[in-house]
């Protein structure tokens, strides 16, 4: 394997340790550990944290070492402020003529979340939860948006997992609310589906807060 591909290797293992909460917010990252993890050297590994850094997932901390870049009720507020000001808009004017194969794979990302839930496979829910707003995304053409929600997506994902570990009824209430959002695109009532997606945003927002002041009082982040 190539030097540029254990580089690539280190750097997507490690990215998606982060946004999948293995590496919590706030958790010291011991390069030689990570090293034996990926059973790579300590090139790809400090390349890797190098990118991340950038992507504001590290934090370098002087003489202590890398950390995983902790959350908090700044990054929430402004993660949702970013999507509340994107998310409906894209919908708005993006979304009027929606195919029906579409709207075909919006209904059946709603009901297998139902069924992951269900089973109580929630790492399945959480794909299907990015898929189905990711599908939406699709439907703008506009780079410069999908660029600043890209970039939103990273602190969003730790922040869903985290809200989603606070109990099932929120994951529940998710799927409700893509259920409206659907529904209404159905329709091709476009003012509608962006209410319900700014419901379903301002709902995320306030269950991130308390589980974040909740896991805080816990000590796990």
């Not at 590994?45 to 991340?52: H, I, Y």
């Not at 439907?139 to 660029?147: P, R, S, T």
Request: glycine content about 4%.
């Amino acid at each position: 394997m190539s030097k540029v591909s254990l580089k690539q290797q280190a750097y997507t293992t490690i990215k998606n340790k982060i946004l999948t909460c293995e590496y919590m917010p706030n958790s010291f990252l011991n390069e030689d550990l990570l090293c034996e993890e990926l059973q790579v050297s300590r090139t790809p590994v400090r390349d890797a944290l190098g990118r991340l850094e950038q992507e504001n997932l590290i934090k370098i901390v002087p003489k202590k070492g890398f950390f995983v870049t902790p959350l908090s009720i700044g990054e929430i507020n402004m993660a949702f402020e970013a999507r509340l000001l994107i998310e409906p808009y894209i919908i708005s004017n993006y979304c009027n003529h929606l195919t029906s194969e579409v709207l075909d794979k919006l209904y059946t990302n709603v009901r297998k979340s139902r069924d992951y839930i269900s089973s109580n496979n929630h790492n399945e829910v959480f794909k299907l939860d990015d898929e189905f707003h990711n599908e939406i995304l699709k439907q703008c053409n506009n780079h410069y948006l999908l660029q600043t929600l890209n970039t939103v997506h990273n602190q969003n994902s730790r922040l869903r997992i985290i809200s989603g570990r606070y109990g099932d009824n929120r994951l529940n209430d998710t799927i409700d609310e893509h259920s409206k959002i659907l529904d209404c695109l159905a329709k091709r009532d476009v003012s509608g589906a962006a209410k319900a997606m700014e419901h379903h945003l301002l709902t995320a927002k306030n269950s991130a807060f308390d589980a974040f002041i909740g896991n805080r009082a816990q000590g796990l982040i």
